[in-house]
């Protein structure tokens, strides 16, 4: 038998050791790791980004939103403890910060895993600029992302999970921000008790001057929601008084409705705590109307028509106060349904310890639920009249735009009000740059006749 030559050898054992090679590469590429186990983490590139000079701590708890939710979303924003349940490479956490001048920040994450020997990879993006970075551990930590330009204004800071070795990204609490567009100072919620109140957006108001002294049994509005203001959580209020309010809302995707509401006399938010001669009283309501007691923002008499109003679409709402001799008062509630050309009760309630004529005027746009607080809405508020005890119908030609206690705290200022071509208007949430000064006054010349009803045919 031959010798194979040696030279031959060393070349068979190089090409064997080539061919195993290129095989465990093309066995692993593309392969996601093993469930439960880290991911490979690339070593960090050197950066000397650091936080210098004042850093601002935006808690994700009063400033963030679920805004690209996955189909089925376990993500939540927790009050007061930031992301929660961020299991899903789908879902987009958007977070918003107002810069009052232009400039570049350093950022940086408070996060971690939920479990030790976990990891996982996150990008955040803002203003098209995107960088990743890995949760390793499971105790909080300061994670720095890197150095961004931001104009004037509100900026959306976006996280999205790319990869996890468990079943879950992890959690945020908190995002630090420094550099010189924090200079003039930044508007967000940094209060504990304002989170759930900036995470619903600043309401507004019109607060509607009377053109008289004489005591006034009537108010009368039209509200034309545009077509894609309605967004879900919305509350559009049209005829506001010291006692209560009467609009229509977007409760759910499936559900609105024409909501009436007389406050109690006794000041609590606990219905059940109102002395039974100060509860509100039912005097009538109309078909498919319900009545029952609310309570959380003051507490009294409550009722609402379910109804699916349209936007795009004006509608009518007539209230009327008249006292009933006896130190109480009665408030009635009509809603007009275009369709049918016929007014329709919604309710009338009796006030105790309550001697008045309607008083108070205004209308108000407010979001009632925080997870819709980054989404827009607005209303066009319009052909206001009151009618006087005597029988005269006065237009209302002046408002002032006022806010809350979430806007005047500085937790957040996406509300405004003014003047369009049909009346005034509200516009909130959704983190705009326009602005119009708290307490400004706004005047409308109303071309409209004087409303035709018949209040002998009212129901």
Same mark, same amino acid.
């Given at each position: ?359 108070? @005027? ?5 979001? %009632?639920?925080?997870? =819709?607080?980054?989404? !827009?809405?607005?209303?066009? &508020?319009? /052909? +206001? ?38 009346? @005034? ?5 959704? %983190?705009?740059?326009? =602005?119009?000064?708290? !307490?400004?006054?706004?005047? &409308?010349? /109303? +071309? ?12």
């Amino acid at each position: 038998m031959k010798k194979t030559p040696l030279k031959f050898i060393g070349i068979m054992l190089f090409h064997l050791a080539l061919i195993s090679s290129i095989s465990c590469s093309k066995t692993t590429a593309g392969t996601d790791p093993a469930p439960n186990k880290p991911l490979p983490v690339e070593d960090p590139k050197p950066t000397t980004v650091s936080h210098q000079g004042s850093k601002f701590q935006i808690p994700l708890a009063g400033n963030s939103f679920v805004t690209s939710p996955a189909s089925g979303y376990a993500e939540n924003i927790h009050n007061p403890n930031g992301l929660k349940n961020w299991n899903s490479a789908n879902s987009i956490i958007s977070t918003y910060v107002r810069f009052k001048t232009a400039g570049k920040i350093v950022l940086s994450l408070n996060a971690r895993t939920l479990n030790s020997g976990e990891s996982s990879e996150a990008e955040i993006s803002i203003n098209n600029k995107k960088v990743k970075i890995n949760l390793t551990e499971s105790t909080m930590k300061e994670i720095m992302v890197g150095e961004f330009d931001v104009p004037a204004g509100y900026v959306k800071i976006d996280l999205q999970g790319t990869k996890k070795s468990g079943s879950n990204f992890g959690e945020v609490s908190e995002m630090t921000i420094s550099g010189s567009a924090t200079a003039a100072g930044l508007v967000y919620s940094n209060k504990a008790s304002f989170y759930y109140w900036a995470r619903r957006g600043p309401s507004c108001h019109l607060q509607y001057t009377i053109p008289t002294t004489e005591s006034v049994s009537y108010f009368y509005s039209e509200v034309l929601v545009p077509t894609g203001e309605d967004a879900q959580g919305s509350y559009f209020m049209a005829n506001g008084f010291a006692e209560g309010y009467f609009g229509f809302q977007v409760n759910s995707p499936t559900e609105r409705r024409i909501l009436f509401s007389v406050w109690s006399p006794y000041n609590t938010d606990n219905p059940n705590d109102i002395p039974a001669d100060q509860r509100i009283t039912l005097n009538k309501k109309g078909s498919d109307v319900y009545t029952g007691e609310f309570g959380n923002e003051g507490s009294g008499g409550q009722s609402y028509l379910k109804y699916n109003w349209k936007a795009g679409t004006t509608y009518r709402f007539l209230l009327k106060g008249e006292p009933d001799g006896t130190g109480k008062t009665d408030y009635t509630a009509w809603f007009y349904t275009p369709e049918t050309e016929k007014w329709n009760l919604i309710a009338s309630f009796k006030r105790p310890k309550t001697n008045t004529y309607l008083r108070s @005027f205004h209308s108000f746009l407010e979001n %009632f639920n925080p997870s =819709y607080g980054h989404q !827009g809405r607005q209303a066009h &508020y319009q /052909n +206001q009249w009151v009618r006087t005890t005597a029988g005269t119908w006065l237009k209302v030609s002046e408002a002032t735009f006022t806010v809350d206690d979430t806007y005047n705290n500085q937790q957040r200022v996406d509300a405004m009000g003014g003047t369009n071509a049909n009346g @005034f208007f509200l516009r909130n949430c959704g %983190f705009f740059n326009d =602005y119009v000064e708290p !307490g400004k006054k706004f005047s &409308y010349m /109303n +071309q409209k006749t004087a409303p035709s009803i018949d209040f002998t045919k009212l129901p």
